[in-house]
């Protein structure tokens, strides 16, 4: 089983990439990630690099729309319509979402299904509470989690920041039990501009990243691949297997 680390404190979802998320008590968690996570994402119609994708570190405005299911949804089907900042109720495929974003950003962008999700390191990202509220002393200000964009938010057991850069290279499981669902924890979270971004107003704070800079070389959280499937839920116990003792992936 491990050694037990702390709790579940919260779970998020980002339909559409780098647009608001939401919270969830619980959710299922696939080979690729939470369910529903990251499955759409706006493409710059004109980039032909390898990363074409549309992201609140180039557009923060992106973080003032709101993806939602219409009444009749299922809660783990992906949204149907995104709420602009202005209040307005848009088709999530439509073309006139694409182009209201387009006029933001200033070039053509066209909003993508994708069947395994858009990520930029790993499917999945963890942070603890403890990590949050050190980077929020140094920079001054209250933050809230959501500018660090984690899937699972953990409440540690023992009190300190940064204590996710010693799970690298082990395995976290969710719950006890062998059929508990468990991620391997791949690399530490490397930060950019995104998290000086209030996660409602889109306002910049560069104090923020210069905080995680000056404390910890940038990195806050970490990256994981799923390893073992099954159900997250709020309050779950989480327990850490180190590197010489890690199990095998299940099949």
């Known amino acids: 089983m491990?050694?037990?680390?702390?709790?579940?404190?919260?779970?998020?979802?980002?339909?559409?990439?780098?647009?608001?998320?939401?919270?969830?008590?619980?959710?299922?968690?696939?080979?690729?990630?939470?369910e529903g996570d990251r499955r759409l994402a706006l493409r710059r119609r004109e980039d032909r690099s390898g990363f074409p994708w549309l992201t609140a570190s180039r557009l923060p405005d992106l973080l003032r729309f709101t993806p939602h299911r219409s009444t009749d949804a299922d809660a783990g089907d992906l949204p149907t319509h995104v709420r602009t900042p202005e209040g307005e109720d848009l088709t999530v495929l439509g073309d006139e979402l694409a182009e209201a974003i387009g006029r933001r950003h200033g070039a053509p962008v066209e909003m993508m299904a994708m069947k395994h999700g858009v990520f930029d390191d790993a499917s999945l990202s963890v942070i603890a509470t403890d990590t949050v509220r050190e980077i929020a002393r140094l920079a001054g200000q209250p933050l809230d989690e959501r500018r660090f964009r984690p899937n699972v938010l953990v409440r540690l057991l023992s009190p300190g920041p940064f204590q996710e850069d010693a799970w690298v290279g082990g395995v976290l499981s969710f719950g006890e039990g062998d059929t508990a669902p468990a991620i391997s924890v791949t690399m530490r979270d490397v930060r950019c501009a995104m998290v000086n971004l209030d996660p409602d107003s889109a306002r910049p704070a560069p104090e923020v990243l210069k905080a995680v800079v000056r404390a910890n070389g940038n990195n806050a959280g970490v990256y994981a691949t799923v390893t073992r499937v099954g159900r997250l839920a709020v309050g779950q116990a989480v327990y850490l297997r180190e590197h010489g003792a890690l199990a095998a992936p299940s099949p």
């Not at 779970?11 to 968690?29: C, H, N, Q, T, W």
């Open 2 to 34: 491990g050694t037990h680390v702390g709790f579940v404190e919260a779970i998020f979802r980002y339909p559409v990439k780098s647009m608001r998320g939401e919270r969830l008590e619980d959710a299922a968690l696939g080979w690729h990630g939470v």
